[in-house]
């Protein structure tokens, strides 16, 4: 459910409804419940620390990734919107299938093409991959290294693969 | 350091920079600061390993290995060094690339471990929930079930007791002549009560013809399936 929906319907302010939700986000620390955030979209998921439990009564299995599929997904998470020519970039290595995989499982979608020769599909992740890792966020994302580092490399990254 | 025996299998590895970074690691070295020429012989030590992979896979790998030698001619012959600068990626430009290969490995490894922890979260399932229609009579199940316990009654009353046994049309011609004669008048329904078997109204319709046929009473319908009205005829003056 998205802010301004919630706002229209409790007949609030986006400030309102913002403040309201944090208030809900307060209320439910310590229990089995809270908000996940997916861009605008706001959600009421299980606590992660209940998910033994949880993932026992649904029958759920538990989520396997390869490590390929976890390094594509990373660099989606970290870097959407993102084209697929950039991950494999960055990676070194053709990214089809992974891509294939990862789009399977609903833990990236498509976010519309780039403005680039070709206007290539941008891929960002899905409240999927918030669900499955736990996040309430993006902004819950660890943090690797230095992340000066990661902005240093931003523009550094030279896409020239060879065949 | 020259030309270790390989000791990784390939599958082991994700890609050229995968095996670049793991060389780098393995001996201890640091990204910033390592001569990427000299990891030239360790990496097609294990490029070479490789036989066994498709084409296309084996391709990236060579790719990369030709980049390492390159850079390692130029480190020895250093006259090399300007020449095709626009087609070949620098040894800084390699480094970066390693450098943010080793953070997206680091992130996936964290994102792996999230994952082995299995602390993800639920959202709910399904959509709304069918919920019984609301305004209807609190008791109304009651009565229904009132109504069953009531058929299956009389269901078990008929199949136990035969009618014949129980009823006799002698009997019951007498208990309505006594009504009439008390009351003189009365209805079909009233004789067949609340809930009667069939047995009970066959033997009480007989019951009526014999009345009728005998002269005792007379019988009278407004319209079909109406309800019969049954009245006494006045014998006594025939009689006299």
């Known amino acids: ?163 | 350091m020259e030309s270790q025996a390989p000791r990784v299998t390939v599958e082991g590895f994700d890609g050229p920079l995968d095996l670049l970074l793991e060389l780098v690691e393995e001996k201890k070295l640091d990204i910033l600061t390592v001569r990427l020429g000299d990891l030239a012989d360790a990496y097609l030590a294990r490029v070479r390993a490789m036989a066994a992979l498709p084409a296309d896979e084996v391709s990236a790998f060579l790719a990369l290995a030709s980049r390492l030698v390159l850079l390692k001619a130029r480190s020895l012959l250093p006259s090399l060094e300007p020449q095709r600068e626009e087609d070949a990626e620098s040894e800084e430009e390699l480094r970066l690339r390693l450098l943010e290969y080793a953070i997206v490995r680091e992130r996936a490894g964290q994102l792996g471990a999230r994952l082995r922890a299995g602390e993800r979260a639920f959202h709910r399932e399904g959509g709304t929930v069918e919920l019984p229609p609301r305004g209807g009579e609190v008791d109304a199940l009651a009565l229904a079930f009132g109504r069953v316990l009531a058929l299956a009654a009389r269901q078990r009353e008929e199949d136990i007791v035969a009618p014949g046994e129980r009823y006799s049309v002698e009997q019951r011609t007498a208990e309505i002549e006594a009504l009439v004669a008390a009351q003189e008048r009365v209805t079909f329904a009233t004789l067949l009560a609340e809930t009667p078997t069939v047995g009970f109204a066959v033997v009480t319709f007989i019951a009526l013809l014999d009345l009728y046929r005998r002269g005792v009473i007379d019988l009278a319908q407004d319209e079909l399936f109406a309800d019969i009205l049954i009245t006494r005829r006045e014998a006594t003056s025939d009689r006299i």
């Not at chain 1, 299995?61 to 594509?72: G, K």
């Not at chain 1, 870097?79 to 991950?87: D, F, H, I, L, S």
């Not at chain 1, 089809?96 to 499982?105: C, G, I």
Request: charged share 25%; with cysteine; net charge negative.
């Open chain 1, 1 to 163: 459910m998205t802010r301004s929906e919630l706002g229209r319907i409790a007949g609030g302010t986006p400030r309102a409804v913002e403040n309201a939700l944090a208030e809900l986000a307060a209320a439910y620390e310590g229990t089995g419940l809270r908000l996940q955030r997916s861009g605008d979209e706001w959600q009421i998921v299980t606590a992660p620390e209940h998910a033994p439990q949880v993932a026992a009564y649904l029958g759920a299995d538990r989520l396997r990734l390869s490590p390929a599929s976890l390094e594509t997904l990373s660099v989606v998470a970290y870097r959407q919107p993102v084209t697929r020519a950039e991950v494999e970039a960055i990676r070194g290595v053709n990214c089809d299938q992974t891509f294939y995989t990862l789009a399977s499982r609903r833990l990236i979608e498509e976010r519309g093409r780039k403005e680039a020769p070709g206007r290539p599909i941008l891929y960002g992740t899905t409240w999927e991959f918030l669900e499955c890792f736990g996040l309430q966020s993006l902004d819950d994302l660890p943090r690797a290294l230095s992340p000066e580092g990661a902005l240093v490399l931003e523009g550094a990254a030279a896409p020239s693969e060879p065949g």
